[in-house]
């Protein structure tokens, strides 16, 4: 709403998507790795044992290239992709913990030095000087996970803030330690899982069995401690973040449950793999779990951000650059009134601005189509029925922004959606009264659950539904746009079925 | 007035502008010795190991491949700091600039992008050449190329956004034409005048490190002392010379409203001005003469203090620009500040402790005995 929407051909979550799993996978990685070096490297010395010790040498080059290349690199690149898809976000974010961001800097510079001399020095060292470098490095680099952990569980849990505006306050808020302890511990299940790496590597050679074993217990603890962690802070979220994980927002449900099995898969993977049958497993396996470990990752990431929309920062931003005290003055003049970066279009010409308010108010969530696209949303709705939609959007069970244009701002976006490639201009009539309920009332309603249909319409008849239709519209729901055949379906359906899915319920 | 151009935010600014500023300025000046270092020793010791590839002189070979691999050998580490140096101006830049730093950057979005896949693949690079390089066939060659090429299409990107996020007037015609993020700044008349000044500085700064290391090895009697240093001088004095013109073609680029305080409109920002172009002069003449004396250090070294204030000089003078190139959209007395001392005096003391630490650990490094 105040800066530029990038204009991209897909939504712009799954640009985010990719760049922050990737780049926070190693990051993980990399401060749980730390503490694999130098613990074994220690274990190494003490049991003086020279073949390990080549073999943690041979395994930190890989840990440099990884850490530095990819997780420096990507680190960079997160930034850059935050600060073009959410600028209103990330400048809120920079003004509240700009400190913050220089004392992890700190840390970070204090990390990579650390590592290269770590690298570098192991011929070059005393076996102390070494070691002491190799905790320097683990302490930087946790605590740079430290920081950026106040920032990040801030976002959906800004706490005291709201009302205080105090760093300490947003920093140390609601999720600020369950999330630092899930990141620490699944930090070392995933160091245990690279540390499989090297183990089913050439390098490992006669150790191969033995650094197996070792590297699938530290990926099982931290899993293990890392679940507890997860299920601390599913007590600390807020209700609503939660509700969304129940049905009210569909796909969040769907990952939500999926991200526990995945989890409990990779450790079957890893009992039945590396610690029981170390001989019979290898790089595929390693590379198996490595990528399970990537995908509940990115589950997990998937589950904190959806569970946080439509804020970025909680009761405080949404993602499209709306800030929450800013909807008064939008809805006096309108979004194209209020909002910087449109083009100024005749107020006539409803398809040109509805362009403009699709890519100020949508863009940042939705592409045109595709993953996340609309075309596909708005094809079997008519135009009319999508403008009430749209003016009613924050009652939509999907986590939406609230709408602050008008109600002309409403029509024209609606009429642009509707001249997408792709979406019929002919709305059929639904197939049978379940098809017509998925279009007239799912979008806000559901049976047995989120604002759950059958308790509204407790003990109506099919004939008083019909007539309910005549008069329904409201602030927050539509008026029946359907032709009278719909209603009739859809009254007899919901008369006939949704009472009696009521009983069944009970 | 642009009805572009985003507000300030609300939130403001958690400690004094001036404070940013100085903090920008400084970590900024870093990244460039850093970037300067990481740019110039790579086209040097390409063009090193391009006369090694070809030379069929033995001994000139050698020496060719000696200077090569030093450079080659620090590049990854120079690569590694650069970037460390980068993130913090951006910091501050986003904390100071935002505004015009993430519209513009919005605007040539993909190209900005483009960066990540170029940090990763040069930097990569740079680890290849450091650890494969002992060769000097033609697969290496390509190899050194390549690096200067990403590194010149990295400068190239970042000029580009720098000057984009300065020219808002711009803004509307470029983003309402085409909103995919498809932009450059290649229509500013200052655009090419400034990433040349900027990429020959880098041959200048380094030819005066290797001018330094070279009178220090010349010194302490170490083989190469005085080719390199006079390789460093050569490599230091030339382009140095040329910045003359790179920097006068860039002055009269900039709009007369934003080059008339450089030249007398604003009292401090003139000075600066005029000393920073003051001082190469006198760093010059002083390399001259550490060539004919007896002993180069003391000159040498002289000359590079010379050579480092003029660097902060222009990075301030460069400050004046961007300043005064927004004055009509912004100040930043307008930003409102909420300070948080105890979290700035966290930073400050941390600061000194991950000196303390990175010294100690650069200090056991060295003093360990070579491999
Ligand atoms: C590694 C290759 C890099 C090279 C060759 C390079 C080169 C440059 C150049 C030439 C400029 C001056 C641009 C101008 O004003 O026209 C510059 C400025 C800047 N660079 Fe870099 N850079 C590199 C990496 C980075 C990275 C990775 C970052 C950030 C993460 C970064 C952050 C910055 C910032 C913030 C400025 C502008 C500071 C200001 O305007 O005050 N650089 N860089």
Same mark, same amino acid.
């Given at each position: 709403?105040?800066?530029?929407?990038?204009?991209?051909?897909?939504?712009?979550?799954?640009?985010?998507?990719?760049?922050?799993?990737?780049?926070?996978?190693?990051?993980?990685?990399?401060?749980?790795?730390?503490?694999?070096?130098?613990?074994?490297?220690?274990?190494?010395?003490?049991?003086?044992?020279?073949?390990?010790?080549?073999?943690?040498?041979?395994?930190?080059?890989?840990?440099?290239?990884?850490?530095?290349?990819?997780?420096?690199?990507?680190?960079?690149? =997160?930034?850059?992709?935050?600060?073009?898809?959410?600028?209103?976000?990330?400048?809120?974010?920079?003004?509240?913990?700009?400190?913050?961001?220089?004392?992890?800097?700190?840390?970070?510079?204090?990390? $990579?030095?650390?590592?290269?001399?770590?690298?570098?020095?192991?011929?070059?060292?005393?076996?102390?000087?070494?070691?002491?470098?190799?905790? =320097?490095?683990? =302490?930087?680099?946790?605590?740079?996970?430290?920081? =950026?952990?106040?920032?990040?569980?801030?976002?959906?849990?800004?706490?005291?803030?709201?009302?205080?505006?105090?760093?300490?306050?947003?920093?140390?808020?609601?999720?600020?330690?369950?999330?630092?302890?899930?990141?620490?511990?699944?930090?070392?299940?995933?160091?245990?899982?690279?540390?499989?790496?090297?183990?089913?590597?050439?390098?490992?050679?006669?150790?191969?069995?033995?650094?197996?074993?070792?590297?699938?217990?530290?990926?099982?603890?931290?899993?293990?401690?890392?679940?507890?962690?997860?299920?601390?802070?599913?007590?600390?979220?807020?209700?609503?973040?939660?509700? @969304?994980?129940?049905?009210?927002?569909? $796909?969040? &449900?769907?990952?939500?449950?999926?991200?526990?099995?995945?989890?409990?898969?990779?450790?079957?993977?890893?009992? @039945?793999?590396?610690?029981?049958?170390?001989?019979?497993?290898?790089?595929?396996?390693?590379?198996?779990?490595?990528?399970?470990?990537?995908?509940?990752?990115?589950?997990?990431?998937?589950?904190?951000?959806?569970?946080?929309?439509?804020?970025?920062?909680?009761?405080?931003?949404?993602?499209?650059?709306?800030?929450?005290?800013?909807?008064?003055?939008?809805?006096?003049?309108?979004?194209?009134?209020?909002?910087?970066?449109?083009?100024?279009?005749?107020?006539?010409?409803?398809?040109?601005?509805?362009?403009?308010?699709?890519?100020?108010?949508?863009?940042?969530?939705?592409?045109?189509?595709?993953?996340?696209?609309?075309?596909?949303?708005?094809?079997?709705?008519?135009?009319?029925? &999508?403008?009430?939609?749209?003016?009613?959007?924050?009652?939509?069970?999907?986590?939406?922004?609230?709408?602050?244009?008008?109600?002309?701002?409403?029509?024209?976006?609606?009429?642009?959606?509707?001249? @997408?490639?792709?979406?019929?201009?002919?709305?059929? @009539?639904?197939?049978?009264?379940?098809?017509?309920?998925?279009?007239?009332?799912?979008?806000?309603?559901?049976?047995?659950?989120?604002?759950?249909?059958?308790?509204?319409?407790?003990?109506?008849?099919?004939?008083?539904?019909?007539?309910?239709?005549?008069?329904?519209?409201?602030?927050?729901?539509?008026?029946?746009?359907?032709?009278?055949?719909?209603?009739?379906?859809?009254?007899?359906?919901?008369?006939?079925?949704?009472?009696?899915?009521?009983?069944?319920?009970? | 007035?642009?009805?572009?151009?985003?507000?300030?935010?609300?939130?403001?600014?958690?400690?004094?502008?001036?404070?940013?500023?100085?903090?920008?300025?400084?970590?900024?000046?870093?990244?460039?010795?850093?970037?300067?270092?990481?740019? /110039?020793?790579?086209?040097?010791?390409?063009?090193?190991?391009?006369?090694?590839?070809?030379?069929?002189?033995?001994?000139?070979?050698?020496?060719?491949?000696?200077?090569?691999?030093?450079?080659?050998?620090?590049?990854?580490?120079?690569?590694?700091?650069?970037?460390?140096? /980068?993130?913090?101006?951006?910091?501050?830049?986003?904390?100071?600039?935002?505004?015009?730093?993430?519209?513009?950057?919005?605007?040539?979005?993909?190209?900005?992008?483009?960066?990540?896949?170029?940090?990763?693949?040069?930097?990569?690079?740079?680890?290849?050449?450091?650890?494969?390089?002992?060769?000097?066939?033609?697969?290496?060659?390509?190899?050194?190329?390549?690096?200067?090429?990403?590194?010149?299409?990295?400068?190239?990107?970042?000029?580009?956004?720098?000057?984009?996020?300065?020219?808002?007037?711009?803004?509307?015609?470029?983003?309402?034409?085409?909103?995919?993020?498809?932009?450059?700044?290649?229509?500013?008349?200052?655009?090419?005048?400034?990433?040349?000044?900027?990429?020959?500085?880098?041959?200048?700064?380094?030819?005066?490190?290797?001018?330094?290391? /070279?009178?220090?090895?010349?010194?302490?009697?170490?083989?190469?002392?005085?080719?390199?240093?006079?390789?460093?001088?050569?490599?230091?004095?030339?382009?140095?010379?040329?910045?003359?013109?790179? /920097?006068?073609?860039?002055?009269?680029?900039?709009?007369?409203?934003?080059?008339?305080?450089?030249?007398?409109?604003?009292?401090?920002?003139?000075?600066?001005?005029?000393?920073?172009?003051?001082?190469?002069?006198?760093?010059?003449?002083?390399?001259?003469?550490?060539?004919?004396?007896?002993?180069?250090?003391?000159?040498?070294?002289?000359?590079?203090?010379?050579?480092?204030?003029?660097?902060?000089?222009?990075?301030?003078?460069?400050?004046?620009?961007?300043?005064?190139?927004?004055?009509?959209?912004?100040?930043?007395?307008?930003?409102?500040?909420?300070?948080?001392?105890?979290?700035?005096?966290?930073?400050?003391?941390?600061?000194?402790?991950?000196?303390?630490?990175?010294?100690?650990?650069?200090?056991?490094?060295?003093?360990?005995?070579?491999?």
């Amino acid at each position: 709403m105040h800066y530029p929407v990038w204009d991209l051909p897909f939504a712009h979550g799954l640009l985010i998507a990719v760049i922050a799993v990737i780049h926070v996978f190693i990051a993980h990685i990399a401060v749980g790795g730390g503490l694999y070096l130098i613990v074994t490297e220690t274990l190494a010395r003490q049991r003086q044992d020279p073949v390990l010790l080549a073999i943690v040498q041979s395994h930190s080059r890989a840990f440099l290239l990884l850490s530095l290349v990819f997780g420096a690199m990507t680190g960079v690149g =997160i930034w850059f992709t935050i600060g073009l898809i959410n600028p209103t976000g990330t400048s809120a974010l920079i003004h509240t913990f700009v400190w913050a961001w220089t004392i992890e800097w700190c840390f970070f510079f204090m990390e $990579i030095v650390a590592a290269l001399v770590y690298v570098y020095g192991w011929d070059r060292l005393s076996a102390r000087q070494h070691q002491t470098v190799g905790w =320097i490095y683990f =302490i930087a680099a946790w605590f740079s996970l430290v920081v =950026i952990n106040g920032i990040i569980s801030f976002q959906l849990t800004p706490g005291p803030w709201l009302s205080t505006r105090n760093v300490f306050d947003g920093f140390f808020n609601p999720t600020y330690w369950s999330s630092m302890f899930i990141r620490s511990f699944w930090a070392i299940g995933l160091a245990g899982l690279f540390g499989l790496w090297t183990a089913t590597g050439r390098e490992a050679g006669s150790r191969r069995i033995w650094l197996q074993r070792y590297s699938a217990v530290w990926s099982l603890v931290g899993i293990a401690a890392a679940s507890l962690a997860v299920l601390w802070w599913w007590r600390k979220i807020p209700e609503t973040a939660r509700e @969304l994980t129940r049905g009210d927002m569909p $796909i969040a &449900t769907v990952v939500t449950q999926w991200t526990p099995i995945a989890v409990a898969v990779l450790a079957v993977i890893v009992i @039945l793999g590396p610690l029981l049958f170390p001989r019979r497993s290898g790089r595929p396996v390693t590379l198996l779990v490595l990528g399970l470990g990537l995908f509940c990752f990115g589950l997990g990431e998937w589950v904190r951000e959806g569970v946080r929309k439509p804020w970025i920062v909680q009761d405080y931003l949404y993602v499209n650059g709306l800030r929450a005290d800013e909807i008064d003055r939008f809805r006096e003049g309108g979004i194209l009134a209020n909002a910087r970066w449109t083009r100024s279009v005749a107020a006539t010409d409803s398809l040109a601005l509805g362009r403009e308010l699709f890519r100020v108010a949508c863009q940042n969530c939705h592409a045109r189509s595709g993953y996340n696209g609309l075309a596909s949303r708005v094809s079997g709705w008519e135009p009319q029925y &999508t403008t009430a939609l749209i003016k009613r959007i924050e009652y939509l069970r999907r986590p939406m922004p609230p709408w602050v244009g008008t109600a002309d701002e409403a029509r024209a976006l609606a009429l642009y959606l509707h001249q @997408l490639p792709g979406v019929p201009s002919e709305v059929a @009539l639904p197939a049978d009264g379940r098809a017509a309920y998925e279009r007239r009332c799912s979008p806000c309603h559901s049976l047995g659950g989120f604002r759950d249909l059958g308790e509204y319409i407790e003990g109506m008849e099919s004939e008083e539904i019909y007539e309910f239709m005549e008069y329904m519209e409201s602030d927050y729901m539509p008026p029946f746009t359907g032709s009278d055949r719909e209603r009739q379906l859809l009254a007899d359906w919901l008369g006939q079925n949704v009472a009696r899915t009521k009983e069944v319920g009970r | 007035m642009n009805g572009l151009v985003p507000g300030p935010d609300p939130l403001g600014i958690p400690g004094p502008a001036w404070l940013f500023e100085s903090l920008l300025h400084l970590t900024f000046s870093l990244h460039l010795v850093l970037m300067n270092f990481l740019v /110039g020793g790579a086209v040097i010791s390409m063009i090193e190991r391009a006369r090694a590839w070809r030379s069929g002189d033995e001994a000139e070979t050698a020496e060719s491949r000696r200077l090569a691999r030093w450079f080659e050998k620090r590049l990854p580490t120079a690569f590694a700091l650069t970037v460390t140096f /980068g993130v913090a101006p951006l910091l501050f830049l986003q904390t100071l600039y935002g505004p015009f730093f993430y519209s513009s950057s919005v605007v040539m979005a993909w190209p900005w992008l483009w960066i990540i896949p170029l940090l990763l693949v040069t930097y990569s690079l740079t680890y290849v050449l450091s650890w494969k390089g002992q060769d000097f066939g033609g697969w290496q060659m390509i190899q050194s190329v390549k690096v200067v090429g990403g590194l010149l299409l990295i400068a190239f990107v970042i000029s580009n956004n720098m000057g984009v996020g300065l020219r808002p007037e711009a803004w509307a015609a470029k983003y309402f034409a085409n909103a995919s993020g498809l932009h450059l700044n290649l229509d500013d008349p200052s655009f090419w005048p400034r990433l040349l000044h900027f990429m020959v500085a880098a041959l200048g700064v380094t030819g005066m490190i290797l001018a330094m290391v /070279g009178s220090r090895r010349l010194d302490r009697e170490q083989p190469d002392g005085a080719r390199w240093l006079q390789l460093g001088a050569l490599w230091y004095l030339l382009p140095t010379a040329f910045q003359i013109v790179t /920097g006068l073609w860039w002055l009269i680029s900039l709009p007369r409203e934003v080059m008339m305080p450089l030249l007398g409109g604003d009292r401090p920002a003139t000075i600066v001005f005029m000393v920073a172009m003051t001082l190469p002069l006198l760093s010059m003449v002083t390399m001259v003469f550490a060539l004919r004396a007896r002993r180069s250090f003391p000159l040498v070294h002289l000359s590079s203090w010379l050579l480092g204030l003029t660097l902060v000089g222009m990075v301030l003078t460069r400050d004046a620009v961007r300043r005064n190139t927004l004055a009509a959209h912004f100040r930043l007395q307008d930003l409102e500040v909420m300070p948080q001392w105890s979290m700035a005096l966290a930073f400050g003391g941390l600061f000194v402790v991950a000196l303390g630490v990175v010294g100690w650990m650069t200090r056991i490094y060295l003093n360990g005995q070579r491999d």
